[in-house]
């Protein structure tokens, strides 16, 4: 089993950047698939990024796609998620997710494994 610990949140204005890490730990951090969700008051917890085991391939939501990045560390047990070009609209709570060998797919409900979620906040 694994657990993510996601940090990295915080306040930033438009136009500015964050990093989000999430540490997961639990044996064999390989074995599984991560994901980004993000959840906006009184919004639904929607996908933004996926990344498979070995890091090769990643997917992402349109409304991010070309602003923010995903990544793994494997040797760290770390994923990571690069946010660029902050909107205000992206200001949400951002959940670290773990999977099993394959993506799932964008649901949450789908994704078995979660952290606590970090807060981003973008002013305008």
């Known amino acids: 089993q694994v657990q993510p610990v996601e940090s990295g949140g915080g306040l930033v204005q438009a136009g500015g950047s964050l990093r989000l890490s999430c540490a997961a730990s639990?044996?064999?951090?390989?074995?599984?698939?991560m994901g980004w969700f993000r959840q906006a008051p009184g919004k639904e917890r929607e996908f933004v990024a996926a990344?498979?085991?070995?890091?090769?391939?990643?997917f992402y939501a349109d409304s991010v796609k070309g602003r923010f990045t995903a990544s793994r560390d494997n040797a760290k047990n770390t994923v990571y998620l690069q946010l660029n070009s902050l909107k205000p609209e992206d200001t949400a709570v951002y959940y670290c997710?773990?999977?099993?060998?394959?993506?799932?797919?964008?649901?949450?409900?789908?994704?078995?494994?979660w952290g606590q979620g970090t807060q981003v906040t973008v002013s305008s």
């Open positions: 990344i498979t085991r070995s890091g090769a391939s990643l």
């Open positions: 997710a773990a999977a099993g060998t394959v993506v799932p797919g964008t649901s949450a409900e789908k994704w078995p494994y």
């Open positions: 639990g044996r064999t951090f390989t074995s599984y698939v």
